[in-house]
């Protein structure tokens, strides 16, 4: 079977976790399905020098966010299942609670409800008790939580560095090796006690 990977970007800042996925994704044998939120293509221009054509063209496959026919809003559409890479709070609590309004959290509730690897990277910062609340119930509904928290004992130089780390470590969740990931006790830390 073709290993195939859903990749959701929302609206939240940190849209770069969701290009650098696809990117490194792009030089493996996975195919990537996308949906980007029409928010995430109004963060994109903010916080990155590329085009939404571009982020659109590093994909196997892209959905619109509201393609309801999109073979990803299907249970019967095998994946690996799906990164949601930045995850806004809204985009969380609808994934939480299974009420979806877009093609990305349908995509997500799919997943889950098909036992599959639903990885949420949440970008939001502080957190209030609904906020946390939301965060049980993804965790509870199958879902991983994994805010974007950098790694320094990798002592990255740079962010992008501090990135593919990050996204590496994404993709340990799905058995991917993608040689991003200085790992502690192998390339740092060792005889550390």
């Not at 969701?18 to 399905?33: A, N, R, S, W, Y």
């Not at 095998?78 to 994934?95: D, F, H, N, Q, Y």
Request: overall charge positive; some cysteine.
């Amino acid at each position: 079977m073709t290993r195939r990977i859903i990749v959701g970007i929302s609206g939240a800042s940190g849209v770069i976790y969701g290009v650098k996925l696809l990117e490194i994704l792009k030089t493996t044998d996975v195919e990537t399905h996308l949906v980007m939120t029409k928010s995430a293509e109004i963060t994109l221009a903010y916080e990155m020098d590329i085009k939404v054509s571009k982020v659109k063209a590093l994909a196997t496959k892209v959905y619109g966010p509201d393609d309801i026919a999109a073979a990803i809003s299907s249970g019967s559409f095998k994946t690996e299942g799906m990164v949601v890479a930045p995850c806004s709070i809204r985009s969380l609590s609808e994934i939480a609670y299974g009420q979806t309004t877009s093609l990305l959290t349908r995509a997500a509730d799919v997943a889950l409800k098909e036992r599959r690897r639903v990885i949420l990277l949440l970008r939001e910062t502080p957190l209030h008790l609904g906020h946390i609340k939301s965060m049980a119930a993804a965790t509870e509904a199958g879902a991983i939580v994994m805010p974007p928290v950098p790694a320094f004992y990798a002592r990255p130089k740079n962010l992008d560095e501090m990135v593919e780390h990050t996204v590496g470590r994404t993709l340990d969740l799905f058995g991917i090796e993608t040689g991003s990931v200085r790992r502690w006790g192998e390339d740092v830390g060792k005889g550390a006690s």
